[in-house]
């Protein structure tokens, strides 16, 4: 199960830690803030995506990273809402589940795909405990296919170099299907059983329904990554209710 904290960093506008299967991310966001002339959008926020290795100065595979963010993000932001400024978004990776020992960065094989859905829970976390305002959430999850056939979701790091194909997805809380990145040998019969697979994780029994959101947090339904958010944002609403309370 996730392990999640909002709010960890106290110095910027918005934060969060996430933990699964081998990861750990930590990610802050500031904005919307003064953009510089030559990256200012005359209509919307520039959003800007700096993933950090363990160890080391990023290259050509965080910037991939970035990118892929960057482009997910602006589905889930209401960039209209500040034009002319920017979001800067930093997430560093804390733990990975096969660290390198002399550079502390992910096997080349796995240096893309298999980092990705934990970054991308991140700057949603991240996002959610911030004042921006936001159209939808998001969830992700990674589900590679063996050299069998079988299926299997949040594989381990041997899991994903022996996979015959590696699929991350990424699922709007109203059940839109926002991001796919597949790498690997696979015909649309499996990719369609891919796709199932992770709505479930991402969605549980909210994937048939697709008009459902953050707004509805206290509705009962089985274990997902969207009810994992859900209730990161209750226990965090509870807090703060209490600490007003105290106040009063």
Same mark, same amino acid.
């Given at each position: 199960?996730?392990?999640?904290?909002? #709010?960890? +960093?106290?110095?910027?506008?918005?934060?969060?830690?996430?933990?699964?299967?081998?990861?750990?991310?930590?990610?802050?966001?500031?904005?919307?803030?003064?953009?510089?002339?030559?990256? !200012?959008?005359?209509?919307?926020?520039?959003?800007? /995506?700096?993933?950090?290795?363990?160890?080391?100065?990023?290259?050509?595979?965080?910037?991939?990273? &970035?990118?892929?963010?960057?482009?997910? *993000?602006?589905?889930?932001?209401?960039?209209? #809402?500040?034009?002319?400024?920017?979001? $800067?978004?930093?997430?560093?990776?804390? #733990?990975? $589940?096969?660290?390198?020992?002399?550079?502390?960065?992910?096997?080349?094989?796995?240096?893309?795909?298999? =980092?990705?859905? #934990? +970054?991308? $829970?991140?700057?949603?976390?991240?996002? +959610?405990?911030?004042?921006?305002?936001?159209?939808?959430?998001?969830?992700?999850? =990674?589900? /590679?296919?063996?050299?069998?056939?079988?299926?299997?979701?949040?594989?381990?790091?041997?899991?994903?170099?022996?996979?015959?194909?590696?699929?991350?997805?990424?699922?709007?809380?109203?059940?839109? =299907?926002?991001?796919?990145?597949?790498?690997?040998?696979?015909?649309?019969?499996?990719? &369609?059983?891919? /796709? &199932?697979?992770?709505?479930?994780?991402?969605?549980?029994? &909210?994937?048939?329904?697709?008009?459902?959101?953050?707004?509805?947090?206290?509705?009962?339904?089985?274990?997902?990554?969207?009810? /994992?958010?859900?209730?990161? @944002?209750?226990?965090? @609403?509870?807090? !703060?209710?209490?600490?007003?309370?105290? *106040?009063?």
């Amino acid at each position: 199960m996730p392990s999640t904290i909002l #709010a960890p +960093l106290d110095r910027a506008d918005g934060s969060a830690a996430y933990s699964y299967n081998g990861f750990s991310i930590i990610g802050g966001i500031n904005g919307p803030v003064e953009v510089q002339r030559r990256d !200012e959008l005359p209509e919307e926020a520039a959003i800007d /995506v700096v993933v950090r290795p363990i160890a080391g100065v990023g290259g050509i595979r965080e910037r991939h990273l &970035e990118s892929i963010i960057e482009r997910t *993000l602006r589905h889930t932001v209401v960039v209209t #809402a500040h034009p002319r400024t920017l979001i $800067q978004v930093t997430l560093q990776v804390i #733990a990975t $589940q096969e660290e390198d020992s002399a550079s502390g960065v992910l096997p080349q094989a796995a240096s893309n795909i298999q =980092l990705l859905p #934990a +970054l991308l $829970q991140t700057s949603m976390l991240a996002l +959610l405990s911030t004042s921006i305002p936001l159209s939808q959430t998001f969830t992700s999850t =990674l589900v /590679v296919v063996d050299p069998h056939g079988r299926l299997v979701p949040d594989p381990s790091a041997q899991q994903v170099h022996s996979a015959s194909s590696v699929h991350v997805f990424a699922f709007s809380s109203r059940g839109d =299907l926002l991001l796919v990145e597949s790498e690997g040998s696979f015909d649309l019969a499996v990719w &369609e059983q891919v /796709v &199932e697979q992770a709505r479930q994780i991402c969605l549980g029994g &909210e994937a048939a329904d697709r008009d459902r959101d953050i707004a509805s947090m206290d509705a009962p339904g089985p274990l997902s990554l969207q009810n /994992v958010m859900r209730n990161t @944002m209750q226990e965090r @609403m509870v807090k !703060e209710q209490r600490w007003k309370n105290s *106040l009063g």
